[in-house]
């Protein structure tokens, strides 16, 4: 089975500045997905960005990116320019492809909260 | 486009009560799953739905049954309630590719006392 691990509960940071929250997860298969949510006071879950393993390009939404390094099965989330409204708790998760019967659902890390500091 | 709906939002519950936790996406998602999240901690999948008519068990099943008469609705149903299922509860959807992750219902905060 895989597993998921944010190994830091709390984080804050000033606002505009940059912060890093890290993933490392724990899988044999060569092709799968990683995901990080955002889950602010309101409670609703919200995808931020996606990686599919078999790119080496990093993805990048706007203020978000990631740094997947696939070899150390480490997929991190970098947020740029910091604002009050990225104030939340951010779900690392993976996902097999649904090739193989099973695998059709998301293994969540236990989070990082976020504090963006005025 | 009202995506995944969760009724109700909140519910206090007393041990031994019943209640079916409702959902309904209108994307025509083929995939279902149903989430548990205790406080401080990620989530834990409960059940989840291929499709109509299939359900399979999660990571935490025990105490709860689900039903997948439509493509639209999954319903959440808790026999027999105890303390140990006071959680927050999310329904989830997806396209059936694992690309596109999930969209998740609001959520629904559930004590047992």
């Known amino acids: 089975a895989q597993t998921v691990t944010q190994s830091q509960p709390e984080m804050s940071v000033q606002e505009a500045e940059t912060v890093t929250l890290s993933c490392t997860y724990d899988?044999?298969?060569?092709?799968?997905?990683l995901f990080w949510y955002k889950q602010p006071p309101s409670r609703q879950m919200i995808l931020v960005i996606r990686?599919?393993?078999?790119?080496?390009q990093n993805a990048t939404e706007n203020r978000f990116s990631v740094n997947f390094q696939k070899a150390a099965k480490s997929f991190s989330l970098k947020i740029s320019d910091s604002q009050l409204g990225d104030t939340a708790m951010y779900f690392c998760?993976?996902?097999?492809?649904?090739?193989?019967?099973?695998?059709?659902?998301?293994?969540f890390g236990t989070g990082t909260r976020l504090t963006i500091i005025p | 486009n009202a995506g995944v709906t969760q009724t109700p939002k909140f519910r206090i519950l007393k041990i031994g009560q019943s209640m079916t936790l409702q959902c309904t996406q209108d994307?025509?998602?083929?995939?279902m799953y149903w989430y548990r999240q205790d406080p401080g901690m990620g989530l834990k999948l409960i059940y989840y739905?291929?499709?109509?008519?299939?359900?399979d068990k999660g990571e935490v099943p025990n105490g709860y049954n689900v039903s997948r008469s439509t493509t639209e609705d999954f319903p959440l149903r808790l026999e027999l309630a105890a303390p140990s299922q006071t959680s927050v509860y999310f329904c989830?959807?997806?396209?059936?590719?694992?690309?596109?992750?999930?969209?998740f219902g609001s959520g629904t905060r559930l004590t047992v006392v």
């Open positions: 994307m025509n998602h083929n995939y």
């Open positions: 739905s291929v499709g109509a008519g299939i359900t």
């Open positions: 990686q599919e393993a078999y790119k080496q």
């Open positions: 998760a993976f996902m097999s492809p649904f090739s193989n019967f099973g695998n059709e659902k998301l293994t």
């Open positions: 899988t044999s298969e060569n092709n799968y997905y």
């Open positions: 989830a959807s997806s396209y059936s590719s694992e690309s596109y992750g999930y969209t």
